[in-house]
């Protein structure tokens, strides 16, 4: 709820603050074309409309960016939010992080000293730096990923990827773990998947924590989420154990559903366009 002074005019109300989008430089914004729904008016409140999911590394939270007296200029984000090293459960960096490394040589040393209060300042915002620029590469490259709209400091704004049930409130979409597709659908998504790795591989890339619980289906469109990880196939020497620990975890997911489908063989394909 936005609350007006003696002058009419509008402040912030709880949960709420003014649209970061002005101050957050050009390289911090999303790639262009960028879709017509972000709104970008510097007159736009942010407001928390509760959770959406809790992680290892990260909580994502759903946020309304709106004009007020504007409905033409809403939208929902999934604003995710990275927390410090010393509040995070994830602490397997190295295995993804092998052969990468920060623009700044500054930075990459101070991550790299575990006991200063700056190495674990900057730790805390590469994550978030890493998940951005994936997206935004792989929204470019036509990968099935939210569009990422904004990065500020530790926090990451996305595309929110549901729909509104039958009252109007905002439902998220379904991770893939949870769903039981038909044949014919089940089929479609695994070609959909095959194809985005694809894609990925083709940046010599691979997720590297793939699995049915990083999917969303969004309908019959599966969305490819969770990328701070990702793993270049080439610089770090694990890259191609990981990629294909995530056919396996895929191709598990499908097999138990009824599809025949081979984890080496989905190995073979995508890993052979990484070349």
């Not at 709820?1 to 989008?21: F, I």
């Amino acid at each position: 709820m936005t609350l007006t002074t003696g002058h009419g005019a509008v402040e912030p109300g709880p949960d709420q603050r003014w649209s970061t989008w002005p101050s957050v430089a050009k390289g911090q914004r999303g790639p262009d074309p960028r879709p017509a729904w972000v709104v970008t008016a510097a007159a736009a409140l942010d407001t928390e409309l509760g959770v959406l999911k809790t992680g290892k590394e990260a909580d994502v939270h759903l946020l309304e960016r709106a004009v007020p007296d504007d409905p033409g200029q809403r939208v929902l984000l999934a604003a995710k939010r990275y927390r410090d090293p010393e509040h995070r459960q994830f602490h397997r960096d190295g295995t993804y992080t092998d052969g990468r490394r920060s623009r700044r040589s500054r930075d990459q040393r101070a991550a790299e000293d575990r006991r200063s209060a700056w190495g674990r300042g900057v730790r805390a915002t590469q994550w978030a730096d890493a998940e951005f620029s994936a997206l935004a590469t792989l929204w470019d490259a036509g990968a099935p990923v939210p569009y990422p709209v904004q990065i500020d400091g530790t926090e990451l704004l996305l595309e929110f990827v549901g729909t509104p049930d039958d009252d109007g409130t905002p439902v998220a979409a379904p991770r893939l773990a949870g769903c039981r597709p038909g044949p014919d659908l089940l089929a479609d998504w695994f070609d959909q998947l095959r194809t985005a790795m694809g894609v990925l591989a083709r940046l010599g890339w691979a997720h590297g924590d793939l699995s049915p619980y990083n999917v969303l289906a969004d309908g019959a469109r599966l969305v490819i989420i969770d990328l701070p990880q990702v793993v270049d196939l080439v610089a770090n020497p694990a890259g191609a154990q990981l990629l294909h620990r995530d056919c396996r975890n895929l191709c598990a997911w499908f097999a138990a559903r009824g599809l025949e489908v081979d984890a080496d063989e989905l190995f073979a394909d995508v890993f052979a366009q990484a070349w």
